[in-house]
């Protein structure tokens, strides 16, 4: 096959495969967003690859790590799509296996989701329907290329003479087999044109046919109709998808007046310097890691929350069930535990909610019922020591995040919230069931995939200001940044310089022990290159340890250090 035939073919798989995709979008609208062949794919990936894997995507691309798993899935297919045009060239029924396959993928991971049924498989089977229509429009079609070549054909002859006897009639002589005339000898060294009938003629190869230039046009117009066809598609499939979602419902919620409103922020707790990290972080910009590719759209109407399990007696609570109980509202610091040391996986909110203490004292829990299972909406799961929703800390089933209902991706219509615990054991967003169970009965999502499950917050401490090889003027340098031990509270910040002596930063004030603590230390700045290090100590006189640690098996630890250059 010519190159340029086999470019060709690639174009035709890829897209045949760009209009499954695409079309799969809109009738995802009226089965789920997450039946979407590529989401339901990138899901069973995120569930199935090494948690090696997923740390470097964090590590990365940060916030941004569904996006590019689901920008590197899509370059996969089109890897792979481009293959089996090739293939359909040799034989249609190739690629049209190779479609086959990734339809029956998509439906396999579509239906295997939680909470997933037989409308799920919809996308995928339409979309690998059309795709497959596509590839036989290109590879069989009309929009075939004239000619498919595989490889140079038998061309017309361009006859020369053999050594031997041959006719000397010429092309328009009555001579032929059998006829009188006389044979004479020819020297080889002396080609002479005979007709191309002629028994003796020698074919000599003149190279790959080319493509018509009309089959050309046509062939490149359809797949360009047909790839910008399958792009509104898809991005009009995820338009809609969104407005069929729960914004509008989210939007008209006013939530009631707590009856135990937080304290308020001390004058002071925000330092308000460049760099420096807020006291309070706005919702735009929270961080958010879970496992949901695309958000969940959870209708507040028909939303439940179900506590079960080792329990006394089941309940079940709609989301007007909890806006009509006493709601309490506190500023807590959350932190996930794939951050790294100096890292920002991290952010401090007020949130409003039912204290857990309460709604777990209502079933009656067994005594030995020693976790609390959350699980979400799509399946995922965490495990809460059930102490630490009992314990007399501010837990709490969250319905308000800084004075507004819950950002649709980051849990509405509820979600829990856990003082002094990672998230992956705790934070369970989208929130739909509560199980009292025990450790040594149930493993929630992370732990079998190599993490602790147990996860107290360590504590830990960041430089903000100055950042990283910035350049400084010798002088007065203001260096500052955030400290955290949620639940028991940061007594001292220490910085130093250089390996040198350790100097004790100023605090800022904090509403709690429940959240992050900025501080500030001024440095009499000398020229040259330097190093900066902090460490941080709790309320209970535990210092941050010196000894670094990967985030996993229960978050990272060592001291922030950087690099900095003064003039």
């Not at 705790?426 to 199980?435: D, F, I, P, Q």
Request: aromatic share 6%; proline share 9%.
């Amino acid at each position: 096959m010519s190159t340029t035939s086999r470019r060709y073919a690639a174009l035709a798989g890829i897209t045949a495969a760009a209009v499954a995709i695409g079309i799969a979008e809109p009738v995802a609208v009226l089965t789920g967003p997450r039946s979407a062949p590529l989401v339901a794919v990138g899901g069973v990936i995120v569930d199935a690859v090494p948690e090696s894997l997923k740390q470097l995507a964090i590590d990365l691309f940060g916030t941004a790590d569904k996006i590019a798993l689901l920008v590197g899935t899509a370059v996969l297919l089109g890897g792979f799509a481009a293959l089996f045009g090739v293939l359909a060239v040799r034989r249609l029924a190739l690629g049209l296996a190779g479609i086959a396959a990734f339809g029956a993928i998509g439906v396999a991971a579509a239906l295997t989701r939680s909470g997933a049924d037989l409308a799920d498989a919809l996308p995928s089977l339409v979309g690998a329907g059309l795709g497959a229509l596509v590839l036989w429009l290109f590879i069989g079609g009309p929009f075939e290329l004239d000619p498919w070549t595989w490889s140079p054909p038998t061309p017309p002859a361009r006859p020369v003479a053999s050594a031997g006897p041959v006719s000397p009639a010429g092309p328009g002589s009555s001579a032929g087999p059998g006829s009188p005339a006389e044979s004479v000898p020819v020297s080889p060294a002396l080609p002479v044109p005979v007709t191309p009938a002629g028994p003796t003629a020698a074919a000599e190869p003149v190279g790959p046919a080319e493509a018509d230039p009309e089959s050309r046009r046509r062939f490149l117009t359809g797949s360009g109709v047909l790839l910008g066809t399958a792009v509104v598609a898809g991005l009009g499939g995820r338009w809609l998808a969104g407005r069929r979602g729960v914004s509008a419902a989210r939007d008209a919620i006013r939530l009631p007046a707590p009856i135990a409103p937080a304290p308020a922020v001390p004058a002071g707790a925000d330092l308000s310097l460049t760099q420096l990290a807020p006291y309070v972080t706005p919702n735009f910009g929270f961080y958010r890691i879970d496992t949901a590719l695309v958000v969940p759209q959870v209708d507040p109407d028909t939303w439940r929350l179900r506590i079960h399990g080792r329990v006394g007696r089941e309940r079940t609570y709609s989301y007007a069930d909890l806006l009509a109980r006493p709601l309490v509202e506190r500023y807590v610091t959350l932190a996930c535990v794939s951050n790294e040391v100096g890292g920002d996986l991290i952010g401090n909110a007020l949130w409003l909610g039912v204290p857990l203490r309460e709604l777990l004292d209502e079933v009656e829990p067994d005594d030995d019922a020693d976790q609390v299972v959350g699980r979400s909406v799509d399946g995922w799961t965490c495990g809460t020591p059930t102490a630490a929703l009992r314990d007399g800390r501010d837990a709490l089933l969250a319905v308000g995040m800084n004075g507004e209902p819950l950002p649709v991706e980051h849990g509405f219509p509820a979600r829990v919230v856990v003082p002094g615990l990672y998230g992956y054991v705790s934070a369970c967003k989208w929130v739909t069931e509560l199980e009292l169970t025990r450790f040594a009965d149930f493993d929630a999502y992370w732990v079998p995939r190599g993490w602790s499950a147990q996860g107290p917050i360590k504590t830990q401490s960041r430089i903000d200001t100055p950042r990283k090889r910035n350049r400084l003027t010798a002088g007065p340098v203001t260096v500052a940044g955030v400290a955290w031990a949620q639940h028991r509270g940061i007594r001292r910040v220490e910085v130093r310089v250089d390996d040198g002596p350790w100097q004790d930063a100023v605090l800022a004030p904090a509403v709690s022990v429940d959240t992050w603590v900025q501080w500030s230390w001024r440095w009499d700045a000398t020229p040259g290159e330097h190093r900066l290090q902090v460490r941080a100590t709790d309320a209970t006189g535990e210092t941050q340890t010196e000894r670094t640690q990967d985030v996993v098996p229960d978050g990272a630890t060592g001291w922030h250090t950087i690099a900095v250059t003064v003039r």
